[in-house]
């Protein structure tokens, strides 16, 4: 058996921005599928906004996206979640890096850490904290 954990982000109207955009970093196919088609009834205003969108690329990253509507309280709080991407690429992590950087506040410039020769977090155009890193065997 075989589990994996796919991180899930809320949005108010943005999903299928966010999901475009992680799509153009990290390669992949784009999955929407709008409050119409999956809810019998649904406000006009909203009907074309993402119920179900993921991006999942053979690489094997995976995220998934919603748009919460608007009868419904959404606080996007104040870095309520990560979401870590680790490769054991440089190349990689460089390049995702560099792709959401884009817009984005950087917390921690892309760089040297204490585990890891590549390490940085930034919080993108969207509001999503990013930790990048390139993974390296650990020695106890």
Do not use: C, K
């Amino acid at each position: 058996m075989t589990i994996t954990a796919t991180t899930h982000l809320n949005f108010r109207n943005q999903a299928r921005e966010a999901l475009g955009f992680y799509q153009s970093v990290f390669g992949g196919e784009v999955m929407i599928a709008t409050h119409s088609q999956i809810y019998p009834s649904f406000s006009p205003e909203e009907a074309e906004h993402v119920a179900f969108g993921q991006v999942e690329s053979p690489n094997g990253f995976r995220i998934m996206a919603f748009d919460v509507p608007a009868s419904r309280p959404f606080d996007p709080g104040i870095t309520p979640i990560f979401v870590s991407v680790r490769s054991t690429e440089a190349d990689e992590v460089t390049n995702a890096w560099q792709a959401l950087s884009e817009g984005a506040t950087i917390i921690q410039p892309l760089g040297p850490s204490g585990w890891s020769p590549l390490y940085g977090m930034l919080t993108d155009r969207f509001g999503v904290t990013w930790v990048m890193d390139l993974a390296v065997a650990y020695t106890a």
